[in-house]
Structure formats: C-alpha cells, structure tokens
C-alpha cells in the first residue's frame, strides 16, 4: 500500500513539474510572442468541439522583422496541449496535462506595434491536432503569412528567423 501511495505521489508530482515547465516556458516567451499565443488560446477556447482547456507547450519556429518605428512583423509556430481541466477553468496554473490527447499545432502571423498586435492587417491564426496536420497546410500557412503584406519591401517573414 505505502508503495502505492509512493508511486501515486512521484506521478502527481511528476506531472506538476511538467505543467510548470509549460508555464515557464510561456513566461520565458518575449512579450510580442505571448500575444500571439494568447490569440491563438483564445480562438481555440471559443471552438465548440474543444472539452478542455488547453496550455502552451512549445515553441517550433519564431521568426520576426523589425521593420522601425516600433513596428515588428511575426512568425511564430507553436504547440499546445491539453489538461484535465475544463474549458473556462479559472485556475489553469493548477491543471495537469493530458497525454492522451494529440498537441495541437498552431502557426500565427502578426503586427505588432508596440508590443500590441495590430487589427489590420489581420491576425492569421491557424490551429489543427497533428495528426490532422498535412504538408499542404504547412506550405499553406508560410505562404500566407508571406502574402499578408508582412514584408513591405523587405524580406520575407520567414527569411528572419531568431529564438
């Protein structure tokens, strides 16, 4: 039984080291990058399907062009993952990730000025579970972040790339 009880202990804690390690990381992010991530948290939480509330867990890819004046154009390829908390859980810190759920890979493209993203153009968020996630949709997501006007005569967004 005490090794039972052991063994429940090392798995809660275990877990609890992982959500913080997400927590973290979202921390660790630069301000402009949050942002994107909490766009791409929102629109997810508003989809109906979605039970569960979701965290970031990864950073694939960012990319970004000062262009001046305050101005920055980003890219940012990212994973989320879900918890065993619900959808609206007021208390996402405390919540556990699930691992028997496929991430959630999502790509965002934005202006930002001032560290606030800018309506126009607008924001290009794009999430899908992975398994979903097919080559076409990736060429698809670069190209239209490249179309939106983000280079204004400089070089592309994705040409940019810092971490």
């Known amino acids: ?3 039972r ?9 275990g877990a609890l080291l992982l959500t913080s390690e997400a927590r973290e990381a979202y921390s660790e992010l630069p301000g402009s990058y949050q942002r994107g991530v909490d766009l791409a948290l929102e629109q997810l939480g ?8 979701f965290l970031y867990f990864r950073s694939i890819l960012k990319s970004d062009i000062e262009s001046g004046f305050n101005v920055i154009y980003i ?5 989320l993952k879900a918890t065993k908390c619900p ?7 405390r ?7 496929p991430l959630i890979d999502c ?8 560290g606030e993203i800018e309506p126009e153009p607008k924001p290009y968020v794009h999430c899908v ?6 080559q076409e949709m990736k060429t698809s997501r670069v190209n239209h972040c490249n179309r939106l006007g983000y280079s204004s005569g400089a070089p592309t967004l994705l040409a940019s790339t810092s971490n």
Request: proline share 4%; glycine share 4%; net charge positive.
């Open 1 to 3: 039984m005490a090794a």
């Open 5 to 13: 009880l052991l063994l429940l202990l090392l798995l809660n804690l």
């Open 46 to 53: 508003a989809h109906a399907g979605i039970q569960h509330h």
């Open 75 to 79: 890219y940012h390829h990212f994973y």
């Open 87 to 93: 959808k609206g859980t007021l208390e996402p810190t």
């Open 95 to 101: 919540c556990e990730f699930r691992n028997d759920r």
């Open 107 to 114: 790509a965002v493209c934005y202006k930002a000025f001032n």
């Open 129 to 134: 579970h992975r398994p979903a996630l097919t």
